[in-house]
C-alpha cells in the first residue's frame, strides 16, 4: 500500500506549519473557513454555531449532549 500524501489545493503540510511557527500564528484554512458557509450552503442553522479549535472547549469534556 502506497503512502504518498496527495496535497489539497496546494496545501503542503510542512510549509503551513513552518509558517505558522515563523509567524507565530494558528492555522487558518482558507479553503474552509471557520463560519457558516463552510457547514451551510442555503438553510441557516437554528442554533448558533460557535467555533473552536481543540483544547478551547467547555471545561467538563464530554462526548455527547446530555438530553
Known sequence: MSS???PFKNQHYSDL??????????????EFPANDSSVFY????HD????????VSASK???HKAG
Open 4 to 6: 504518498t500524501v496527495v
Open 17 to 30: 506549519k513552518r509558517d505558522c511557527i515563523k509567524n507565530k500564528k494558528l492555522f487558518e484554512d482558507p
Open 42 to 45: 442555503e438553510e441557516q442553522p
Open 48 to 55: 448558533i454555531v460557535e467555533w473552536k479549535r481543540p483544547g
Open 61 to 63: 469534556k464530554r462526548w
